[in-house]
């Protein structure tokens, strides 16, 4: 029983099936011909049970207007409760729904993940919609153009889409013609003058939900606890009323703290969990804490050393390994790591073990770039001819190769992709090394789920 309380809900669920089904029906044309040649007209069609203020608009406000023909009529013939389809009333569905960041100043969705929620579908109920579908014609000809272009359309069934929300488990659904009825006439006709309907019957089994709930997650993942340094808090001119106040206090330390302090190894296309002494730990005691993994979870790392930047992260794609329950399947999305400060390298190598032309490099050519992984002379490598060191970056010009990046002069970060593995390394602290690849400690890394 509904009760004064009890909130007002309308979807208009039945109307975008009717919606839908009318548009099956619209557009069609028929062939008129005419002094000027063939005319082709568009059979209009409309909702049957129209209002009486739009019918007498229709007509002019006269009562002796003709209708116009041809037309097509829809209506509802019954709706009736399909036992046959009818599932666990109580069952509710619960997905993890992740949202895009929404940037309010530009207008557009950004490419990181915003706002998680939570949404529970509950079991719809089943009904069985019969459409009638009534063919106005006033000769012969008309009739059978509209009707050869309809029947070939159901074979027995077409499908359908009453919406486009992809968490409505129930908006795809059928349509099948089941009765054709030729005239409304009897035959012989006479001279009667009535116009001609043939009606055609469609089953349509549709759903009708009640409303989900959705709930936005508001989990705590991180909390950051900053220490400052000092003695007395009044000689510093403490203000309650200032809420960062102790933002222009030089910090000393941050804890980061999140659940259960793991770490993350990245390893290639792998994602291990790590505890405190570096120990694998399987994913499932954390995931378990917030949800599930999905098609949509993201892994987010942090490459910068603040552990409050969230623009300058790497995100990839996770799945479960059911071969080791403490690794993911990790892919990243290239579109988020740093962009290469230098050109790509078509190889790390050893120059001492190889170089070009021996059978194991190509011949040299123009534009070839080798990051090399040991020193090399003039005189001791002469296939080479140049003087390179470890870490090194040579280019073939043409006629000789050269130092395009001297690792022992620069210091600045820098980033170059190995096209021979795809992968892009970073020169940092006087090496080269994995741009993403390694260990994130707590507060670097972000699983999403």
């Known amino acids: 029983m509904a009760k004064k309380n009890m909130d007002y809900w309308y979807d208009g669920q039945v109307k975008r099936y009717l919606q839908q089904l009318i548009r099956i029906f619209s557009h069609f044309q028929v062939a008129e011909n005419t002094s000027n040649g063939v005319n082709y007209n568009t059979v209009p069609c409309r909702y049957a049970d129209q209002s009486r203020m739009v019918a007498q608009i229709l007509r002019n406000n006269s009562e002796n207007a003709i209708s116009s023909a041809p037309f097509i009529a829809c209506s509802i013939q019954s709706l009736q409760v399909a036992r046959d389809r009818i599932h666990d009333p109580n069952f509710v569905s619960t997905s993890q729904v992740a949202e895009r960041e929404f940037n309010t100043a530009t207008g557009q969705y950004e490419p990181t993940q915003g706002n998680l929620y939570t949404v529970q579908r509950y079991m719809p109920v089943p009904y069985n919609l019969t459409l009638q579908v009534d063919i106005w014609t006033t000769n012969t000809d008309t009739k059978l153009q509209i009707m050869e272009q309809l029947m070939i359309l159901f074979n027995p069934t077409i499908q359908l889409q009453s ?146 930047n969230d623009l300058d992260a790497v995100i990839g794609s996770v799945a479960l390994n059911t071969l080791d329950p403490t690794k993911l399947i990790f892919n990243i999305d290239p579109e988020t790591l740093p962009a290469d400060t230098l050109s790509n390298v078509d190889k790390i190598l050893d120059p001492r073990a190889s170089y070009p032309g021996d059978g194991n490099l190509i011949a040299e050519a123009t534009g070839q770039r080798y990051l090399i992984t040991e020193d090399i002379t003039k005189t001791g490598y002469p296939n080479w001819d140049i003087d390179a060191s470890e870490n090194d970056i040579i280019e073939y010009d043409g006629t000789k190769w050269l130092v395009v990046f001297d690792a022992s002069t620069i210091d600045a970060l820098h980033y170059t992709t190995n096209t021979y593995t795809s992968k892009q390394y970073k020169w940092y602290n006087s090496s080269w090394v994995s741009s993403h690849e390694g260990v994130y400690n707590t507060g670097f890394w972000r699983l999403l789920l």
């Open 163 to 308: 919406n486009d929300n992809p968490l409505d488990w129930s908006n795809v659904f059928e349509v099948e013609l089941t009765d054709v009825a030729w005239s409304s006439r009897s035959v012989p006709q006479g001279v009667d003058e009535t116009i001609d309907i043939a009606t055609m019957s469609f089953a349509v089994p549709i759903w009708i939900n009640p409303p989900a709930k959705v709930k936005k997650q508001a989990i705590i993942q991180q909390i950051i606890t900053d220490i400052h340094e000092t003695n007395n808090i009044e000689d510093l001119g403490f203000d309650t009323d200032l809420a960062d106040f102790f933002k222009q206090v030089p910090d000393t330390a941050e804890i980061v703290t999140t659940p259960g302090d793991y770490k993350l190894q990245i390893d290639g296309a792998s994602a291990v969990l790590l505890d405190s002494a570096y120990n694998g730990v399987v994913w499932a005691d954390l995931i378990e804490m917030q949800g599930e993994i999905t098609a949509t979870s993201k892994l987010k790392l942090n490459l910068t050393n603040d552990s409050d």
